[in-house]
């Protein structure tokens, strides 16, 4: 049964995919201020220097710029508590470099797998496993 705060999380979670399929980095940048912690701790390994928010806004900006028509389909979320957990569907051409690698012009598709914990209504932790070897299988970087 869903409860008031578990609905409002998987609605700020939803806003929050959203925005990172505009592709636009201002729109996604004002959507992490919004309903992101400042502070947030990031438990997926990122190959990035800053932290919390900042870091977020960093690594959706080199998604961005690699993949620019990124999506986002959410497949599953299941919320209890102060945790959402969402099983994602993401899409994209490579068109900007990515992990060193130059733009292919392929399409990629690959899971991913996030456990969101909320404090206040914002997001304040986050643990994510996303399936970078299907990426890189896809990107002709790993024999398939």
Known sequence: MSTPETTRNKET????????GS??????????????????????????????????????????????????????VIAEGDKVVSRNVVTGTHRG????LPPTGKPVTYGEMFVVRFRD???AETWGVVDIFAQMRQLGVVPG
């Open 121 to 123: 209504g914002r997001v």
């Open 13 to 20: 979670l939803r806003r929050f995919h959203e925005a990172l």
């Open 23 to 76: 592709g636009d980095m201002e729109v996604i940048s004002k959507t992490i201020d919004e309903v992101v912690h400042p502070d947030v701790l990031i438990r997926t390994p990122v190959p990035l220097e800053s932290t919390g928010a900042q870091a977020l806004k960093e690594l959706f900006g080199v998604l961005t710029e690699a993949f620019p028509d990124l999506h986002v389909s959410i497949e599953d």
């Open 97 to 100: 470099e990515y992990m060193g």
